[in-house]
């Protein structure tokens, strides 16, 4: 059995622990309630551009523009591929962060995969939110971009707007050829799933993995036979949309990714105060064993020290 004095120092750093750990999860359950407002506010917008954007398509199906041209490749080429992956700057949120250094390795090898065997040669950056996933990322030899850095802590559609228009040039100048959204999706409180979405060239059949179910419905105004008219043309009106439509795209990824974040930490922190408080029981159990075995031992020295003293 362990020294007395020894379980009393476990329980003194358990209990250490335990008042951090319910401190942070105090400190996740504000950010988690946030975040959720966010994430409850944004699809309403985002689902509008998807719907608009659908119904132009729809209406005006030779208009052409740049963002919806995929590049044709042929044996011997290369594809370009920029990667936008969400991790955290923070750890102590479960699985969070290594799911999506997951996900980012499963895609880039399914990617190189696919391309060998057409024999086309693949070209790919990372481009990383979150110092976590960067840094597990640079230690694996994955080509990383180092001069990317960008937090995700309490995002704001100004910082989705910045970033949207990095990825938008970086198509433009032909940097790349295809760029994907990698991030958490959260679906419930207990449920987040790893989402990979190609953002550009765009791909609208797509947006039905995105969207909640409720508003997977487009062409509002189209169901109700209704023609549509562009001002001042059809063409500026796209051109329009695709701007707010990847500022959307990007800002959804980032309230998701940022609500799953917390979300995983509170309840990587629930976990850690309902086991701490499960080893103080333990503990306490040995502490008082410990503490009967010491009395115990004092009792029968003390007896037998009255005896030794009786036959003298």
Excluded at 1 to 26: H, P, W
Excluded at 107 to 121: F, V
């Amino acid at each position: 059995m362990e020294n007395f004095n020894a379980i009393k120092k476990r329980m003194k750093s358990v209990n250490d622990i335990s008042q951090m750990t319910n401190a942070m999860q105090l400190v996740s359950s504000s950010k988690m309630r946030r975040s959720l407002l966010l994430h409850d506010s944004m699809y309403p917008f985002f689902s509008l551009c998807v719907e608009s954007m659908q119904e132009l398509r729809n209406n005006c199906p030779e208009v052409h523009n740049a963002f919806f041209d995929v590049t044709q490749k042929a044996e011997g080429d290369t594809w370009k591929i920029g990667y936008f992956v969400l991790s955290g700057d923070q750890g102590l949120a479960g699985a969070f962060n290594n799911n999506m250094v997951k996900i980012t390795e499963e895609h880039i090898r399914g990617k190189i995969l696919e391309n060998t065997r057409k024999n086309i040669h693949t070209q790919y950056e990372l481009n990383v939110f979150g110092k976590l996933a960067r840094e597990k990322l640079i230690r694996a030899g994955y080509n990383v971009n180092k001069e990317f850095a960008f937090p995700i802590t309490e995002p704001t559609f100004y910082d989705a707007r910045n970033v949207s228009s990095i990825i938008r040039q970086k198509f433009l100048n032909n940097e790349y050829d295809l760029i994907y959204l990698l991030y958490t999706k959260m679906e419930s409180s207990i449920k987040m799933v790893p989402m990979a979405v190609r953002l550009l060239p765009i791909d609208l059949k797509s947006m039905a993995q995105i969207l909640p179910e409720n508003l997977n419905d487009a062409g509002m105004a189209k169901s109700k036979g209704m023609e549509i008219e562009y001002m001042p043309d059809s063409e500026a009106v796209l051109d329009y949309l695709i701007d707010t439509y990847t500022n959307a795209l990007c800002y959804g990824a980032m309230v998701e990714s940022y609500a799953s974040e917390q979300t995983a930490r509170l309840t990587a922190m629930q976990n850690a105060n309902d086991n701490a408080a499960e080893m103080i029981k333990q503990l306490e159990l040995m502490s008082n064993r410990a503490r009967q075995a010491r009395i115990t031992t004092e009792l029968t020295e003390i007896v037998n020290g009255a005896e030794q003293a009786n036959n003298m």
